[in-house]
């Protein structure tokens, strides 16, 4: 049965993947709207082979929408998700609003697929944020197998993790550094280009930002409350694609071998790693793509059960649209 689907932040850099990757996965529409801010109304977008008008969020009724792919940030979100649920869809959400609260599923579809079941609650499923998507995906099969005690990340985020106008000002800034023009500083706190910035989000009263403090409560509510994580979030002046270095301490012993033969196993996860030259995967290499890959599988000698490796994927789709799209396929196919 197809399906009546609104794409809501559809101009943006996670809309635009999510418009993508349903027309690609061949989601069973009946019918798509794409819906942005009044700035947008009027504009084209590509649906496959049809061009979409993007239409007005503000003045939008969702009487008759079933799936509700969201991403216009996390205070458009907060205004609009009541509305559409209350109207009887289902809203699948990719801001960082909802996810904590104990009334909506935080999912993963490799990792946590069973809690959708819990939609019904408020009518609302959340998209975890992207760095904790791909993290928990590798993590996983190697919890199953050895269970994990400790996490310790440190992240290499890209510019599209911040939206269009953050990509905008990686690109002015390094073509201001080649041609000697002013840099000017809207989005990231300090200059991207040619840098890297230890702060995405706010900071906490504890010293964390806020995006490590969601990668610490997101892991817990998709995988295990009892893992312990900590992270250093890093942004880096890359466009798309995220990366992480993860040592992990596991109750039971595990050697990188097994580790590694768990994971080509995996759902959505490819093993690639030679100990040579080129024999691991770069962000710049995994844009377009759907799985996480995990490179540079090793053993901790540092600590009793320990292993060390590196997680790349591609943030806007892993990492936002592909995992919000894979929802909402599980929810056709179990529950509507
Ligand atoms: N990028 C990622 O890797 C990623 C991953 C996971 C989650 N997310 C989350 O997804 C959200 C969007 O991210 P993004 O990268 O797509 O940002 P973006 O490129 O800046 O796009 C923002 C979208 O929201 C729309 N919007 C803004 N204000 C609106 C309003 N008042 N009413 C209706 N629509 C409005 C924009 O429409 P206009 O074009 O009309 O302004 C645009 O379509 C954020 O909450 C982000 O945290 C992003």
């Not at 909802?98 to 579809?109: A, E």
């Not at 200059?191 to 010293?207: A, R």
């Not at 097994?258 to 994971?263: D, K």
Request: with cysteine.
């Amino acid at each position: 049965m197809p399906y009546n689907v609104a794409v809501v932040g559809a101009t943006g850099n996670v809309g635009r993947e999510v418009l993508q990757i349903l027309a690609e996965r061949r989601f069973p529409v009946k019918d798509v709207v794409a819906l942005a801010s009044e700035r947008s109304v009027g504009a084209e977008l590509s649906f496959g082979d049809q061009d979409l008008k993007v239409r007005s969020l503000a003045d939008f009724d969702f009487k008759g929408t079933d799936i509700v792919l969201s991403s216009p940030g996390a205070k458009v979100s907060a205004e609009f998700t009541p509305r559409a649920a209350k109207a009887g869809a289902v809203v699948i959400d990719n801001t960082s609003h909802f996810r904590m609260d104990p009334d909506v599923p935080l999912v993963v579809p490799e990792v946590n697929p069973q809690a959708i079941a819990d939609y019904k609650k408020r009518n609302i499923i959340a998209n975890p944020n992207c760095s904790t998507i791909q993290l928990v995906v590798a993590l996983r099969p190697l919890h199953a197998l050895a269970t994990i005690k400790r996490v310790v990340v440190s992240t290499y985020q890209s510019v599209s993790g911040a939206g269009k106008e953050a990509m905008d000002e990686l690109f002015t800034q390094t073509r201001a550094v080649y041609v000697n023009d002013a840099i000017k500083r809207e989005i990231f706190p300090k200059q991207i280009g040619f840098n890297v910035i230890p702060q995405i989000d706010v900071f906490m009263e504890d010293g964390q930002t806020k995006e490590e403090w969601k990668m610490m409560v997101e892991t817990k509510k998709i995988l295990d409350p009892r893992i312990k994580l900590t992270a250093t979030c890093v942004r880096v002046p890359v466009f798309i694609g995220h990366a992480e270095a993860v040592t992990v301490e596991f109750e039971k012993p595990i050697t990188a071998d097994e580790a590694r033969a768990a994971l080509r196993k995996a759902p959505g996860v490819s093993v690639v790693d030679h100990r040579v030259e080129e024999g691991y995967v770069t962000p710049l290499e995994v844009v377009g793509e759907d799985n996480v890959y995990v490179s540079r599988m090793r053993e901790d000698p540092t600590v009793d059960n320990g292993l060390s490796f590196w997680c790349v994927a591609d943030n806007l789709r892993k990492g936002a649209a592909l995992n919000a799209v894979q929802i909402a396929e599980l929810l056709v196919k179990d529950y509507l």
